[in-house]
């Protein structure tokens, strides 16, 4: 299934249904499901949105419903922005305000605006000790588990297909040193609770991305180290996740973290997409600039990170105005911070060589994403080509991640060998033309993947209902 691209380097989404703390394209696009698309654009390198989707990447804001009505605001979230994290119509104090009784109309009016604007949505937060309507903070033991589980699924079952990625959990561990859980109702519910709420959001939409977010966690530390073992252990047990989300609140007692690039390199190399979610850093002029620059360049040299979310668009939206800790100021001017994010983002490193996923119908994961040789390991597969695969696997379905590395000749195309356990069936893939969906099946290159030179490594995907195949997939070079 080959991919559709859209105009204006923005995704489009659409589918059947704290503190201190891609790309090259064509056409327009409606994707099914909850899809990133990225084009060129005759504004490519003058918005920040354009800029990041040149590299493959999004780069958004957060969006406060009660300023949809400001048309400065609204006229720099649509120029600037190709995604969008509702700042609190999400939570869950706004989206149950009482138990069972579900209330969207704010969240809807973001999702929709972005929609129309043809931004995609990260959806901000399922499960949090925070932010909880009176309800659920007075509630314990099962009661309050079953009714997280239930939140998470209503939630994401009324945005399934609207939401390329949630973080489904929020600030769960503690500051300080132990790498400890945060305390809360949620946690004394059991240790588990964590994996429950993931488990349910991927029952309720399995196209969308599942993130853990949280905030401290940007360098490497007693706090992200126990993220990142978390992290490891969900992966090595089947637990979905597909996402960390690195809040990024920075100010001169939480600077921009010396090993931050290193920090979230080494969740990337877990198997999940790093994001960063809310990207504000307190002062102004050069100093504040220059931090900006380092977040883009640090975030382009991930392959596996896959956007930049600034939380708010002027100072004067920031939830913490007083520091001045955006890229607009509150009259709406771009500041210099502005300029070097937009540059870095124009300048940065590890292009996306080819488009990313556009998977045809109800898409699950990362976008799939084409690397520069490794500059010091020779390139494996001979001549010809080789191939890894990797699963994200819940009860009774996957998503599957091929990797196609070239052989010391290049590739100017590839055939992939499948084969799926008895019971298995591909219901779609993308960045991929495929034969078959049961038993064998065959998948090659479409038009823009298939010419690598000797160690690119590309990567495009399937999802499938029974279960996951494994073992090394034949790779065929032409
Ligand atoms: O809407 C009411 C308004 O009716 C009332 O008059 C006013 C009086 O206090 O409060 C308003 O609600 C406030 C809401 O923001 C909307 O402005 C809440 O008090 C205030 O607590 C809430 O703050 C939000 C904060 O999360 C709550 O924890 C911030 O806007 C929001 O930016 C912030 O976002 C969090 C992320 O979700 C998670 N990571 C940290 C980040 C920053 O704290």
Same mark, same amino acid.
């Given at each position: ?48 949105? #354009? ?156 196209? #969308? ?237 479409? #038009? ?31």
């Amino acid at each position: 299934m080959s991919d559709k691209k859209d105009r204006r380097g923005r995704q489009v989404g659409l589918r059947s249904g704290p503190r201190l703390a891609l790309v090259l394209g064509t056409a327009a696009t409606l994707a099914v499901g909850a899809t990133m698309v990225f084009a060129p654009t005759a504004s490519a390198g003058t918005t920040l949105g #354009a800029s990041a989707a040149e590299k493959g990447r999004y780069f958004g804001t957060a969006v406060a419903a009660n300023k949809l009505s400001d048309s400065t605001y609204v006229g720099i979230l649509n120029r600037e922005f190709n995604s969008v994290t509702a700042e609190n119509e999400m939570k869950w104090d706004a989206t149950e305000p009482s138990q069972g009784n579900f209330s969207y109309a704010n969240a809807d009016r973001i999702v929709n605006h972005a929609r129309s604007n043809g931004q995609q949505v990260r959806g901000h937060a399922l499960a949090w000790h925070s932010q909880q309507p009176g309800w659920a903070q007075n509630m314990s033991g099962t009661a309050l588990r079953n009714a997280m589980l239930n939140h998470v699924t209503q939630v994401a079952t009324y945005y399934r297909g609207k939401i390329v990625a949630w973080d489904v959990v929020n600030e769960a561990f503690a500051d300080g040193g132990g790498g400890n859980r945060r305390d809360s109702n949620l946690q004394r519910t059991g240790n588990d609770w964590i994996e429950a709420a993931f488990r349910a959001a991927r029952a309720a939409d399995p196209g #969308a991305k599942l993130c853990y977010n949280d905030y401290n966690t940007d360098g490497q530390n007693a706090k992200s180290n126990a993220v990142y073992a978390m992290v490891q252990d969900f992966k090595a047990r089947g637990v979905p996740i597909d996402c960390v989300g690195f809040q990024s609140h920075f100010n001169a007692q939480s600077p921009v973290p010396s090993d931050y690039q290193a920090n979230l390199q080494r969740f990337a190399n877990l198997g999940v997409d790093v994001q960063i979610t809310e990207l504000d850093i307190e002062g102004s002029g050069t100093t504040q600039a220059n931090n900006f620059a380092r977040v883009v360049q640090a975030c382009l040299a991930i392959t596996r990170c896959t956007g930049i979310t600034v939380w708010g668009i002027r100072d004067t939206d920031s939830w913490r105005a007083s520091g001045t800790p955006l890229l607009f100021d509150g009259s709406g001017n771009k500041k210099a911070a502005y300029t070097s994010t937009l540059n870095a983002l124009n300048s940065g490193g590890n292009p996306i060589t080819t488009p990313p996923t556009q998977p045809t119908t109800n898409p699950p994961t990362t976008p799939p994403t084409t690397t520069p040789p490794p500059t010091t390991t020779p390139p494996p597969g001979g001549a010809g080509c080789s191939a890894t695969l990797s699963n994200n696997a819940w009860n009774g379905g996957y998503v599957t991640t091929i990797r196609v590395t070239a052989g010391s000749s290049g590739t100017n195309g590839w055939t992939i060998g499948v084969t799926l356990p008895s019971g298995s069936t591909i219901t779609n893939a993308w960045n991929t033309n495929r034969s078959g969906n049961t038993g064998s099946v065959q998948f090659s290159n479409v #038009a823009y993947n298939g010419r690598l030179t000797a160690g690119q490594v590309t990567e495009f995907g399937f999802q499938g209902t029974g279960n996951a195949p494994s073992g090394t997939p034949t790779c065929a070079a032409s």
